[in-house]
């Protein structure tokens, strides 16, 4: 019987825990403790995180500051992006990208997702683009993958910069290169539940150095406007260096959590036909059709939560609950509405775990799917 209804929880412990405590992060704590760099303007840490982004990522320049959010309105000012110009993203996104488009006076244009991923569909940009258009956002949300090759090449033809924004999945490959690395600027987060966690901040990664050096001078108000601490830059360097290896036992368990699922209606792994790609997995992301399984996708996230299984809605998509004199709608929405309804998303820290951890997930979906038409009585 699923916990929802009385029955034992899978996993009454509840979820695993985030961040892990590292032993090295402990120890980064105290370096930057007994040097004094914990309580600096200027220190060690954050040139030598920026140096070892710039490294690990392969390119020129790397700028942190002190959100993921920030990052991005940093970007579309260095990019000279401002009042009266258009900018594109799709219609299902972090609404902090669409807000950070409105804090330059500029306007979203929203462009469609792919049926089979839900991320950006780079044939939908030709119909979104206008005479406004100034720049493109591309985010790899939930496991997917924007093929970014197709989105460069039609950048590139009509002088369009972009925003490859890869918050969810540092150190993923796409089409060969690292995410964050394909656009003229790559978007990092290091928010509390981020892969890379410093509870807050964010880093933004470009090959340009004029591009670079006015998203520095953007950041500044007399003194740093939102910079990342020495502490917070001190912890991000050993996960940095674990990274590569986290990402692959996430990868490995997301097969095994596709595995267990097989068979089970209404709910399928987000898929990806971009090639030579390894996607990052922050909230794994699943298409679920209420019908299909027999339960209202509200019940069903209540349910997998009683059995200890960190499941949650997606985002909103970002025309909804919108005035339309806020955005452009590039054509149609229809997937786009689609995610609104039907993303399901794991939390992550459940991958790191063992694979008997990861193989409590499918019992527990299928103990939920077994007694939908109980649950759905619910008051």
Request: aromatic share 6%; proline share 6%; hydrophobic share 45%.
């Given at each position: 019987?699923?916990?929802?209804?009385?029955?034992?929880?899978?996993?009454?412990?509840?979820?695993?825990e985030w961040?892990?405590?590292?032993?090295?992060?402990?120890?980064?704590?105290?370096e930057?403790?007994?040097?004094?760099?914990?309580?600096?303007?200027?220190?060690?840490?954050?040139?030598?995180?920026?140096?070892?982004?710039?490294?690990?990522?392969?390119?020129?320049?790397?700028?942190?500051?002190?959100?993921g959010?920030?990052?991005?309105?940093?970007?579309?000012?260095?990019?000279k992006?401002?009042?009266?110009?258009?900018?594109?993203?799709?219609?299902?996104?972090?609404?902090g990208?669409?807000?950070?488009?409105?804090?330059?006076?500029?306007?979203?244009?929203?462009?469609?997702?792919?049926?089979?991923?839900?991320?950006?569909?780079p044939?939908?940009?030709?119909?979104?683009?206008?005479?406004?258009?100034?720049?493109?956002?591309?985010?790899?949300?939930h496991?997917?993958?924007?093929?970014?090759?197709?989105?460069?090449?039609?950048?590139?033809?009509?002088?369009?910069?972009?925003?490859?924004?890869?918050?969810?999945?540092?150190?993923?490959?796409?089409?060969?290169?690292?995410?964050?690395t394909?656009?003229?600027?790559?978007?990092?987060?290091?928010?509390g539940?981020?892969?890379?966690?410093?509870?807050?901040g964010?880093?933004?990664?470009?090959?340009?150095?004029?591009?670079?050096?006015?998203?520095?001078?953007?950041?500044?108000?007399?003194n740093?406007?939102?910079?990342?601490?020495?502490?917070?830059?001190?912890?991000?360097?050993?996960?940095?260096?674990?990274?590569?290896?986290?990402?692959?036992?996430?990868a490995?368990?997301?097969?095994v959590?596709?595995?267990?699922?097989?068979?089970?209606?209404?709910?399928?792994?987000?898929?990806?036909?971009?090639?030579?790609?390894?996607?990052?997995?922050?909230?794994?992301?699943?298409?679920?059709?209420?019908?299909?399984?027999?339960?209202?996708?509200?019940?069903?996230?209540?349910?997998?939560?009683?059995?200890g299984?960190?499941?949650?809605?997606?985002?909103?998509?970002?025309?909804?609950?919108?005035?339309?004199?806020?955005?452009?709608a590039?054509?149609?929405?229809?997937?786009?509405?689609?995610?609104?309804?039907?993303?399901?998303?794991?939390?992550?820290?459940v991958?790191?775990?063992?694979?008997?951890?990861v193989?409590?997930?499918?019992?527990?979906?299928?103990?939920?799917?077994?007694?939908?038409?109980?649950?759905?009585?619910?008051?």
């Open positions: 019987m699923p916990a929802l209804l009385g029955g034992p929880a899978v996993r009454p412990q509840g979820p695993p961040p892990v405590r590292d032993e090295e992060v402990l120890q980064a704590l105290e930057a403790y007994r040097d004094g760099s914990w309580g600096k303007y200027h220190g060690l840490y954050v040139p030598r995180l920026e140096e070892r982004l710039a490294q690990y990522h392969g390119v020129e320049h790397a700028a942190v500051c002190a959100s959010t920030f990052a991005v309105e940093l970007a579309l000012r260095a990019l992006v401002g009042p009266g110009d258009e900018v594109l993203l799709a219609a299902y996104d972090y609404g990208n669409f807000l950070g488009v409105h804090a330059l006076g500029a306007r979203p244009v929203l462009v469609d997702v792919a049926g089979g991923n839900w991320n950006l569909d044939g939908q940009l030709a119909a979104a683009v206008g005479p406004a258009t100034r720049a493109v956002i591309v985010s790899h949300l496991g997917g993958v924007v093929p970014m090759q197709e989105v460069v090449a039609f950048c590139a033809a009509r002088g369009l910069p972009v925003i490859e924004d890869a918050a969810q999945c540092p150190g993923a490959l796409i089409q060969g290169r690292k995410a964050g394909w656009g003229d600027v790559g978007i990092l987060s290091f928010g539940s981020k892969l890379l966690s410093a509870g807050r964010g880093a933004l990664l470009t090959r340009q150095r004029d591009v670079a050096h006015r998203a520095r001078l953007g950041a500044i108000r007399g740093h406007l939102c910079p990342l601490s020495e502490l917070q830059a001190a912890v991000l360097l050993p996960q940095l260096d674990k990274l590569d290896e986290r990402n692959a036992r996430r490995a368990h997301v097969q959590l596709e595995k267990g699922l097989q068979g089970i209606p209404g709910i399928r792994l987000l898929r990806n036909e971009a090639q030579d790609s390894q996607p990052g997995y922050y909230k794994v992301g699943f298409q679920f059709e209420s019908s299909r399984f027999g339960l209202s996708r509200e019940w069903f996230v209540a349910a997998a939560r009683a059995e299984i960190a499941l949650d809605e997606g985002f909103r998509a970002l025309q909804v609950g919108r005035s339309p004199a806020r955005f452009r590039g054509g149609s929405l229809a997937e786009a509405e689609r995610a609104h309804h039907g993303m399901v998303v794991l939390h992550h820290p991958l790191l775990g063992t694979p008997a951890e193989e409590e997930v499918a019992p527990a979906i299928r103990k939920i799917h077994a007694q939908a038409s109980q649950i759905a009585q619910k008051p």
